[in-house]
């Protein structure tokens, strides 16, 4: 349904993402994960046409929806698109909404705009949409202002305004992180189900490993603009090639053991003005040799997966 | 839904909103109420006043107050009270009418500015401040160069005067809302710019340019009486307060209350104008946003 290959995005002379590549058909979710500032909503602004908004630029690369081209799309098309066939779910939904309308007239208008409903269609969609997100009572949530509802409340109405013109794909850009944990869960869970019942093809973007063990069919690892491994979840997670993902699996918090450890990852994601040079990873790699510094790794394919490392067949044969 | 329509249901929620707590405090209830009573005088001056504005009695010129002109008469013999009663209505229908067309004016040419950016913000920003540093006074008498003194230019003039603050004080809300989290949303759903614009930019941009408003209002009635006093605006017999000083003035010592009550009407007028906003800018809570406009 959605795929991207190699993509790569440029503000100014600063290549903050390069060699992005991943595909998601329907019914199937595929989880990019990293650390903050790795360009994972970075790839999520390019796929729905928002870097000239801020500045940026795509230099390479393809975003394929549908079987055309995003990225030669005009800003007139791409308006269709957004909201009507590609939603995106933000990380904040706290202040997603408008202060000053109701529920109801915000998400009447998504499906207004791209569906051309009327004023009384579009209530109607509204209300079986937010019934179906599991929102008790939603002729009386339409009659609510933003500032009456709780986090995870807002979600779903976040949730329920990317759906209302039916997309195909969506996109949850760290749906959870602005919610309570007990509200984490259900959100995923609701995503999961949507994925399930509305045939969506899902892109969720996380830092949290234990999410995308749960939910996703596919993974796409980042660091520092770049994808580091990909592959199938099992895969991923039974045998992670790459010494970045198996420090980022290591590093989910595992049972209430004293004696444990929380384990991180020594050091700090680069920022974009000092990318290192070769591998991105090796100042913080237990791993590295003198070969990382200077030659950027080309992907060594097994199977469906595949991982950035010099040493993936070694990583291979000595799972961290 | 247009533009007019929107800007009725934007007030409308407004009011229900903070006109009410406006009042709430001792402050606001006298102060408001003044400005209610006022402009229920203004509309209704010719039945409320008891002579004739314009009526002249060169026998009684110069009476004290007294029975039965209360505010006392002026050089020509003209009712003090009734002409202060009329002159309300000048001053209120010349500030706000001209404070309206500078709102109108500010608010588009603000939020384009805002909205758009680049050249266009930069060309419209650079010509309004230039209207900033022009004197009020100095506006006013371009205006009268060019169509003659009377309350035609005195309205355009007060309009120009405070077109600089609505606009800035416009631009700099949308400049801060177009960066909030909502609006990202709405262009992620797919909404066009006049969408974005007239529906959840304004309608978040509205409240403190009307407060501005309101207060500009009582600074318009000020300039109204200056360009009046100076004899380049209400021209007689139309009844201004500042034109009522101005002839006053000649005989300050022998009839004192000719100059005395249109200041006093002025002076009250534009306090009870300033604590009413500042109970408004309280009861909306938006202080920290009409700074830096």
Redesign the interface.
């Known amino acids: 349904m959605l795929s991207v290959r190699d993509l790569g995005v440029a503000f100014g002379a600063v290549q903050p993402l390069s060699g992005v590549s991943f595909a998601v058909g329907k019914g199937e979710t595929l989880g990019i994960v990293g650390e903050s500032g790795s360009g994972k909503s970075l790839t999520a602004m390019s796929v729905?046409g928002?870097l000239p908004?801020s500045g940026g630029r795509i230099t390479g690369g393809k975003v394929e929806f549908d079987g055309q081209d995003l990225t030669k799309l005009s800003e007139r098309a791409y308006?269709?698109?957004?909201?009507?066939r590609i939603?995106?779910i933000?990380q904040?939904p706290m202040?997603?909404?408008?202060?000053?309308?109701k529920i109801g007239p915000q998400v009447d208008?998504?499906a207004k705009?791209?569906m051309g409903l009327s004023e009384q269609a579009a209530r109607a969609r509204t209300e079986e949409i937010l019934g179906t997100l599991r929102i008790p009572e939603p002729a009386l949530i339409c009659e609510r202002y933003p500032h009456q509802m709780s986090g995870g409340m807002k979600q779903r109405i976040?949730i329920a305004?990317?759906l209302a013109?039916d997309p195909d794909v969506l996109i949850a850009d760290e749906p959870t992180t602005a919610l309570d944990v007990t509200v984490q869960a259900q959100i995923i869970r609701l995503l999961d189900d949507l994925v399930k019942e509305r045939d969506l093809a899902l892109v969720l973007i996380t830092h949290d490993m234990s999410v995308v063990a749960q939910t996703c069919d596919k993974v796409v690892v980042m660091y520092a603009g770049r994808a580091v491994e990909h592959g199938p979840v099992e895969t991923i997670f039974d045998r992670p090639r790459h010494p970045y993902t198996q420090a980022l699996i290591a590093c989910i918090p595992r049972g209430l053991d004293e004696a444990t450890r929380l384990t991180g990852i020594e050091g700090t994601v680069p920022t974009v003005v000092n990318y290192p040079s070769g591998c991105p990873f090796h100042p913080r790699c237990p791993r590295a040799e003198a070969i990382c510094a200077t030659d950027p790794p080309g992907f060594s394919v097994e199977g469906d997966s595949a991982a950035a490392c010099h040493f993936a067949e070694v990583a291979d044969a000595q799972p961290a | 839904m247009n533009v007019s329509q929107m800007a009725i249901r934007s007030l409308d929620?407004f009011a229900r909103m903070s006109i009410g707590r406006a009042f709430a405090s001792g402050v606001g209830m006298v102060a408001g109420g003044f400005l209610i009573l006022l402009v229920l005088v203004a509309i209704f001056a010719p039945w409320i006043a008891p002579f004739d504005y314009a009526a002249q009695n060169l026998m009684n010129a110069n009476a004290a107050p007294g029975w039965p002109h209360l505010l006392g008469t002026d050089e020509f013999g003209r009712d003090v009270l009734s002409r202060v009663i009329h002159g309300a209505r000048t001053s209120l229908s010349v500030s706000a009418t001209a404070i309206a067309i500078s709102m109108a004016a500010g608010m588009t040419l603000g939020a384009a500015a805002g909205y758009f950016g680049g050249f266009f913000e930069r060309a419209v920003m650079t010509v309004v401040d230039l209207t900033w540093s022009f004197p009020d006074i100095l506006i006013a008498l371009i205006f009268v160069a060019i169509i003659g003194p009377g309350l035609t230019s005195t309205t355009f003039a007060i309009a120009i005067a405070y077109l600089a603050q609505f606009t800035r004080l416009t631009r700099a809300q949308i400049v801060r809302l177009k960066r909030?989290?909502?609006i990202?949303?709405?262009?992620?759903?797919?909404?066009?710019p006049s969408?974005i614009l007239l529906?959840?930019l304004m309608?978040?941009a509205i409240a403190p340019v009307i407060v501005v408003g309101m207060l500009a209002i009582g600074d318009g009635i000020v300039l109204e009486a200056t360009l009046g006093f100076f004899g380049l605006g209400a021209q007689p017999p139309t009844p201004s307060w500042g034109a009522m000083m101005s002839s006053g003035t000649a005989q300050l010592f022998l009839s004192p209350w000719v100059i005395i009550f249109p200041g006093v009407a002025v002076a009250v007028t534009v306090i009870a104008v300033n604590l009413f906003g500042d109970e408004l800018i309280r009861a909306l809570d938006i202080r920290d946003r009409l700074r830096g406009a």
């Open positions: 729905m928002l908004l308006r269709k698109l957004r909201g009507g939603g995106l933000t904040n202040t997603s909404l408008d202060p000053l309308k208008d998504v705009l791209h976040v305004m990317a013109a | 929620a909030e989290t909502f990202e949303a709405t262009i992620n759903l797919g909404a066009k969408h529906k959840h309608p978040n």
